[in-house]
């Protein structure tokens, strides 16, 4: 049985995968930086969980959360479900169950919080065996069941512990292999004699249990013996360091180790899959190992998280390293792999494909450097169109066929090959065994890179950034028609050139079109054709180009991909589940997490709704709010947004479609929103109420204003009678005022007139008085002497004509006292003024009319309103201003 597990390690080679499978990588910046991932562990739905450094992490494809829950380190986890996970960690262990809003809570069940300072237990693994959860740390295994735990000393201290087949086994450090029967532990072997033995795995073989050691290879244990197995990967394990371990299906197996990455083996020991840094990996560190149901092998290292995607068709070469560039081109011929890029065509043994070794090796063929742009097969040869021209492939490296350099594709046609060129089409024939460069072909100019043949006699030319022309040839390769469909007139990018059974067809990155040889033109048709989803493919890229039975070539940007054509995956949709994330009820002032059923807040009336298909790629989502909503379009978004429901029950309906199948079943959601508080039954209680107190509020409003209208009226009509009777006072005031101003005029009118009267007559009445007083003096005189009275009489007849001829001014005088105010104001403002001025505006504020003035100032008439004139010139007043006005206002 040896020699056969041995012999049957010896052809491995044969077997092994080509290319790496595709890897996703998490930095720990992407997974909150929770430290090292210490185990991991899906759940049924896809929902991938870590123990980590700092607690528990999960990711579900999309979105990574972190849960604290224990203070030490958490070293190990087993998943029942999405809502039950049970965590082991240093100095604690216990259970994670998801409350109604999606988050975990933490509950320990480790029975010596109190008395931690006498214990050091750090539990690194947890089994679930015969429905009883089972924690182990190197001192104990704790055994759950029942709600109650059982403790079971380890005979020195366990170094590590398995579950292989429903069985439970448990390596101690120094005492041998022992299996546990849910009681008790039994031996299974002690440990071979001066070797160091430290299990890292175990798994069922054919042969026995095959024991994978770290640092000691490989062991075969099979009836009662323990024998080391010879092969190359034992060989390889023993300088690796075997540190994790993990079952891949019924048919593989995954080893981590610490110096050399990730081997995937199968039960008999054949290499599969050797993954390290040089092809892609992060780290060659593994600290942690699952398979998921999905088809991927997670892996926590050192340094960050990948995935690795078994069940893809795809598989990888990329160049790390910059040993070869990104491919363009590949043909398999006679065992050997040629690869064209950008650097050059390289080649290998197709064998060396094989991804059982630590890297891919290229070799580049002499005087091919720079851009090869295309391979192809024709006559058992192998032509290169290469940026510097056509070459063809010979035994120690390549011929130059003569020709304009810059070839992009070549094709047989009838006898001749037929070149894209940089700038057209170019033509070659044989003779003699040898093939020569004939002419450029006429009509045709630009990049082609593609042609075509449709028939005989018509070429399809495929002109970047021109279009596409159909060609007519005749027997001399010479275009007779020519159709020129510009690139404008089709919707996308990256045009290319595809011929099948039902024609041509002309493939963009949004549309396909088929050829209509009737209408002579493109017809977009409903199919499309999606590229390859793979990272870094090349533009225009819409098939791979078949090399092998088992495998096509994809070009890429940092090296080429393999698509196995022959695949036994099952790509059925039974594995997957659409799964709810969180439900969040928002406005634009604040936001809370509620869960499926929950009442939210009316104002909270706009909801995002998470799901998702955990850790699956190409799925597409669709929703339907209520049974009478529309389904939306196909999205890869998985967040629905639903703004301003209403009030009441509403149900979300989501579905999701993976790789083009629809899954089984429609995900249901109860959306609630409250009934907002003014239309709640209290609400509606306190309208009734206020109902009736606002009618008897507004009764006794009404009898009020009632009332407040008669006392308005009643006011009014008191005021309108007092505003009258005002009015009437006021015109009997107006008119009393009106009588005692025509009274003071009338007054003061009559003053005047008597003023001048008795002004006159008292200067008459002087003047008399003094005549008489002399003439009584001189009569007297005369009389008393008769001798002198001749001429006494004399005298006094000169004093009666005198008193006739002379001027008396004490008329002047008293008017001069009587205004001596008016002249002190006057000559204040007008310093101008003469006597005479003066004397006139006294005369002229009594009101004495022009005539009398005259005779009183002994001139004429003209010559008065010639000195009123130049009086109001010297008082500076304005011809509409009244002088008799301004004399009585000063």
């Given at each position: 049985?040896?020699?056969?597990?041995?012999?049957?390690?010896?052809?491995?080679?044969?077997?092994?995968?080509?290319?790496?499978?595709?890897?996703?990588?998490?930095?720990?910046?992407?997974?909150?930086?929770?430290?090292?991932?210490?185990?991991?562990?899906?759940?049924?739905?896809?929902?991938?969980?870590?123990?980590?450094?700092?607690?528990?992490?999960?990711?579900?494809?999309?979105?990574?959360?972190?849960?604290?829950?224990?203070?030490?380190?958490?070293?190990?986890?087993?998943?029942?479900?999405?809502?039950?996970?049970?965590?082991?960690?240093?100095?604690?262990?216990?259970?994670?169950?998801?409350?109604?809003?999606?988050?975990?809570?933490?509950?320990?069940?480790?029975?010596?919080?109190?008395?931690?300072?006498?214990?050091?237990?750090?539990?690194?693994?947890?089994?679930?065996?015969?429905?009883?959860?089972?924690?182990?740390?190197?001192?104990?295994?704790?055994?759950?069941?029942?709600?109650?735990?059982?403790?079971?000393?380890?005979?020195?201290?366990?170094?590590?512990?398995?579950?292989?087949?429903?069985?439970?086994?448990?390596?101690?450090?120094?005492?041998?292999?022992?299996?546990?029967?849910?009681?008790?532990?039994?031996?299974?072997?002690?440990?071979?004699?001066?070797?160091?033995?430290?299990?890292?795995?175990?798994?069922?073989?054919?042969?026995?249990?095959?024991?994978?050691?770290?640092?000691?290879?490989?062991?075969?244990?099979?009836?009662?013996?323990?024998?080391?197995?010879?092969?190359?990967?034992?060989?390889?394990?023993?300088?690796?360091?075997?540190?994790?371990?993990?079952?891949?299906?019924?048919?593989?197996?995954?080893?981590?180790?610490?110096?050399?990455?990730?081997?995937?083996?199968?039960?008999?020991?054949?290499?599969?899959?050797?993954?390290?840094?040089?092809?892609?990996?992060?780290?060659n560190t593994m600290l942690a190992l699952h398979f998921s149901p999905a088809g991927k092998l997670w892996m926590g290292m050192d340094y960050g998280v990948s995935a690795l995607n078994l069940k893809n068709d795809f598989t990888t070469f990329n160049d790390y390293k910059?040993?070869?560039?990104?491919?363009?081109?590949?043909?398999?011929?006679?065992?050997?792999?040629?690869?064209?890029?950008?650097?050059?065509?390289?080649?290998?043994?197709?064998?060396?494909?094989?991804?059982?070794?630590?890297?891919?090796?290229?070799?580049?063929?002499?005087?091919?450097?720079?851009?090869?742009?295309?391979?192809?097969?024709?006559?058992?040869?192998?032509?290169m169109g290469h940026d510097k021209g056509l070459f063809t492939l010979r035994e120690n490296g390549v011929e130059k066929v003569g020709g304009p350099a810059g070839v992009w594709t070549v094709l047989p046609y009838k006898n001749y090959l037929l070149t894209g060129n940089y700038n057209g089409i170019c033509i070659y024939s044989k003779s003699d065994g040898?093939?020569?460069?004939?002419?450029?072909?006429?009509?045709?100019?630009?990049?082609?890179?593609?042609?075509?043949?449709?028939?005989?006699?018509?070429?399809?030319?495929?002109?970047?950034?021109?279009?596409?022309?159909?060609?007519?040839?005749?027997?001399?390769?010479?275009?007779?028609?020519?159709?020129?469909?510009?690139?404008?007139?089709?919707?996308?990018?990256?045009?290319?050139?595809?011929?099948?059974?039902?024609?041509?067809?002309?493939?963009?990155?949004?549309?396909?079109?088929?050829?209509?040889?009737?209408?002579?033109?493109?017809?977009?048709?409903?199919?499309?054709?999606?590229?390859?989803?793979?990272?870094?493919?090349?533009?225009?890229?819409?098939?791979?180009?078949?090399?092998?039975?088992?495998?096509?070539?994809?070009?890429?940007?940092?090296?080429?991909?393999?698509?196995?054509?022959?695949?036994?995956?099952?790509?059925?949709?039974?594995?997957?589940?659409?799964?709810?994330?969180?439900?969040?009820?928002?406005?634009?002032?604040?936001?809370?997490?509620?869960?499926?059923?929950?009442?939210?807040?009316?104002?909270?009336?706009?909801?995002?709704?998470?799901?998702?298909?955990?850790?699956?790629?190409?799925?597409?989502?669709?929703?339907?709010?209520?049974?009478?909503?529309?389904?939306?379009?196909?999205?890869?978004?998985?967040?629905?947004?639903?703004?301003?429901?209403?009030?009441?029950?509403?149900?979300?309906?989501?579905?999701?479609?993976?790789?083009?199948?629809?899954?089984?079943?429609?995900?249901?959601?109860?959306?609630?929103?409250?009934?907002?508080?003014?239309?709640?039954?209290?609400?509606?209680?306190?309208?009734?109420?206020?109902?009736?107190?606002?009618?008897?509020?507004?009764?006794?409003?009404?009898?009020?204003?009632?009332?407040?209208?008669?006392?308005?009226?009643?006011?009014?009509?008191?005021?309108?009678?007092?505003?009258?009777?005002?009015?009437?006072?006021?015109?009997?005031?107006?008119?009393?005022?009106?009588?005692?101003?025509?009274?003071?005029?009338?007054?003061?009118?009559?003053?005047?007139?008597?003023?001048?009267?008795?002004?006159?007559?008292?200067?008459?009445?002087?003047?008399?008085?003094?005549?008489?007083?002399?003439?009584?003096?001189?009569?007297?005189?005369?009389?008393?002497?008769?001798?002198?009275?001749?001429?006494?009489?004399?005298?006094?007849?000169?004093?009666?004509?005198?008193?006739?001829?002379?001027?008396?001014?004490?008329?002047?005088?008293?008017?001069?006292?009587?205004?001596?105010?008016?002249?002190?104001?006057?000559?204040?403002?007008?310093?101008?003024?003469?006597?005479?001025?003066?004397?006139?505006?006294?005369?002229?504020?009594?009101?004495?009319?022009?005539?009398?003035?005259?005779?009183?100032?002994?001139?004429?008439?003209?010559?008065?309103?010639?000195?009123?004139?130049?009086?109001?010139?010297?008082?500076?007043?304005?011809?509409?201003?009244?002088?008799?006005?301004?004399?009585?206002?000063?």
């Amino acid at each position: 049985m040896l020699f056969l597990f041995g012999a049957l390690a010896a052809y491995a080679q044969a077997l092994a995968e080509k290319g790496v499978p595709l890897i996703q990588s998490y930095t720990p910046v992407d997974y909150h930086n929770k430290g090292k991932v210490w185990d991991i562990c899906s759940a049924p739905n896809g929902i991938v969980y870590m123990a980590a450094d700092q607690g528990l992490l999960e990711y579900d494809g999309k979105t990574w959360n972190a849960f604290k829950g224990s203070k030490g380190f958490t070293r190990s986890l087993w998943v029942a479900n999405d809502s039950l996970i049970y965590t082991g960690s240093d100095l604690d262990f216990g259970v994670w169950k998801k409350n109604k809003y999606q988050q975990f809570d933490y509950t320990s069940l480790y029975p010596f919080q109190e008395v931690v300072q006498d214990i050091n237990e750090e539990f690194w693994q947890i089994h679930h065996l015969n429905n009883d959860i089972i924690f182990v740390s190197s001192q104990n295994l704790y055994v759950h069941k029942n709600r109650q735990l059982v403790r079971i000393a380890a005979p020195y201290k366990f170094s590590n512990s398995f579950l292989v087949n429903g069985t439970l086994y448990f390596a101690d450090e120094k005492n041998g292999l022992y299996v546990f029967d849910g009681f008790s532990l039994k031996k299974i072997f002690d440990y071979p004699n001066k070797v160091i033995f430290h299990i890292s795995g175990i798994y069922q073989h054919a042969g026995g249990l095959v024991i994978v050691t770290r640092d000691s290879g490989l062991y075969r244990y099979a009836n009662g013996n323990l024998i080391q197995v010879q092969n190359t990967l034992s060989e390889n394990l023993k300088t690796a360091k075997v540190f994790s371990f993990e079952p891949v299906g019924h048919t593989q197996i995954a080893i981590g180790t610490v110096l050399k990455g990730l081997y995937i083996i199968d039960l008999d020991g054949r290499i599969i899959h050797l993954i390290n840094r040089n092809k892609g990996l992060p780290s060659n560190t593994m600290l942690a190992l699952h398979f998921s149901p999905a088809g991927k092998l997670w892996m926590g290292m050192d340094y960050g998280v990948s995935a690795l995607n078994l069940k893809n068709d795809f598989t990888t070469f990329n160049d790390y390293k910059g040993e070869y560039g990104a491919g363009y081109a590949a043909s398999l011929k006679d065992g050997v792999f040629y690869l064209g890029t950008n650097q050059g065509l390289y080649r290998a043994k197709w064998e060396e494909l094989n991804n059982d070794r630590a890297h891919f090796s290229f070799q580049l063929i002499p005087e091919t450097e720079g851009q090869v742009w295309t391979l192809e097969q024709i006559d058992n040869s192998l032509w290169m169109g290469h940026d510097k021209g056509l070459f063809t492939l010979r035994e120690n490296g390549v011929e130059k066929v003569g020709g304009p350099a810059g070839v992009w594709t070549v094709l047989p046609y009838k006898n001749y090959l037929l070149t894209g060129n940089y700038n057209g089409i170019c033509i070659y024939s044989k003779s003699d065994g040898k093939w020569t460069f004939i002419k450029k072909m006429n009509l045709i100019s630009g990049s082609c890179n593609q042609v075509i043949a449709e028939k005989d006699n018509i070429l399809w030319v495929n002109i970047p950034n021109f279009g596409i022309i159909r060609v007519e040839l005749d027997a001399e390769l010479n275009p007779t028609d020519r159709l020129i469909f510009r690139e404008d007139i089709f919707k996308g990018d990256d045009l290319y050139l595809l011929k099948n059974e039902q024609g041509i067809h002309l493939v963009t990155d949004q549309f396909q079109y088929r050829y209509n040889a009737a209408k002579k033109e493109f017809v977009k048709i409903p199919q499309t054709i999606t590229p390859p989803a793979v990272e870094g493919l090349l533009p225009g890229i819409y098939q791979p180009r078949v090399l092998h039975p088992d495998y096509a070539f994809l070009p890429t940007h940092n090296g080429f991909v393999l698509k196995r054509l022959k695949s036994d995956n099952d790509t059925t949709t039974s594995n997957y589940t659409l799964v709810l994330r969180d439900i969040e009820a928002f406005n634009n002032d604040e936001n809370i997490a509620v869960y499926p059923g929950m009442k939210a807040p009316y104002r909270l009336n706009n909801f995002k709704i998470a799901y998702i298909v955990p850790n699956c790629e190409e799925v597409l989502y669709q929703y339907q709010l209520n049974e009478t909503g529309k389904w939306s379009e196909w999205a890869s978004d998985n967040t629905t947004t639903l703004i301003g429901l209403d009030a009441g029950n509403n149900t979300l309906s989501v579905r999701a479609k993976v790789n083009g199948k629809i899954l089984a079943g429609v995900y249901s959601v109860s959306l609630r929103v409250a009934v907002p508080w003014h239309r709640s039954w209290p609400a509606w209680a306190g309208y009734f109420v206020l109902a009736i107190l606002a009618g008897y509020a507004i009764l006794h409003w009404k009898e009020r204003s009632l009332k407040k209208q008669k006392e308005k009226l009643s006011l009014e009509e008191q005021n309108a009678l007092q505003a009258q009777a005002e009015k009437h006072q006021q015109a009997l005031s107006h008119i009393e005022q009106e009588r005692l101003q025509a009274e003071y005029d009338q007054l003061k009118q009559q003053l005047r007139n008597k003023t001048i009267e008795l002004a006159t007559k008292a200067k008459e009445n002087e003047a008399r008085n003094r005549l008489l007083l002399a003439l009584k003096e001189k009569y007297e005189i005369a009389q008393g002497n008769p001798a002198i009275a001749k001429m006494k009489w004399e005298e006094m007849e000169r004093m009666l004509d005198s008193y006739l001829l002379v001027e008396d001014n004490t008329f002047e005088i008293q008017m001069d006292e009587l205004h001596q105010e008016l002249f002190k104001k006057l000559k204040a403002q007008f310093p101008s003024l003469s006597n005479h001025d003066l004397r006139l505006c006294a005369y002229l504020k009594t009101g004495m009319d022009s005539k009398k003035i005259a005779e009183i100032l002994n001139i004429q008439p003209s010559s008065f309103y010639i000195s009123r004139s130049r009086l109001r010139k010297k008082l500076e007043l304005n011809a509409d201003e009244n002088l008799y006005d301004f004399l009585n206002a000063v």
